[in-house]
Nanobody, 112 residues
Framework: QVQLVESGGGLVQPGGSLKLSCAAS????????MDWYRQAPGTERELVAG????????KYADFVKGRFTISRDNNKNTVYLQMNSLKPEDTAVYYC?????WGQGTQVTVSS
């Protein structure tokens, strides 16, 4: 079955960095477009970034452009989200997404 397992979240000060990972299994990862979403309390889940199967097409939400970088390693069946210059408003649960499947999420908290 499809499994998406996120890791790498935590507490970081404003201006800091975190790198999230999503380990995927149960499908042909190298053929799959992958996305990162996030959801803050009381808000709807929103797209953060997406990457095509080969990594050649990448999209970002306007609010993370220039700060976050999505990447993937098809040999490790893993997609990453490097987050730099973090702001308090980036605080949310971050989810890995493939088609109709979601990971369990990893909490990112940006606070001094």
């Amino acid at each position: 079955q499809v499994q998406l397992v996120e890791s790498g979240g935590g507490l970081v000060q404003p201006g800091g960095s975190l790198k999230l990972s999503c380990a995927a299994s149960g499908f042909t990862f190298r053929s799959a477009g992958m996305d990162w979403y996030r959801q803050a309390p009381g808000t709807e889940r929103e797209l953060v970034a997406g990457i095509s199967s080969g990594g050649g097409t990448i999209k970002y939400a306007d609010f993370v452009k220039g700060r976050f970088t999505i990447s993937r390693d098809n040999n490790k069946n893993t997609v990453y989200l490097q987050m730099n210059s973090l702001k308090p408003e980036d605080t949310a649960v971050y989810y890995c997404h493939y088609q109709r499947y979601w990971g369990q999420g990893t909490q990112v908290t940006v606070s001094s």
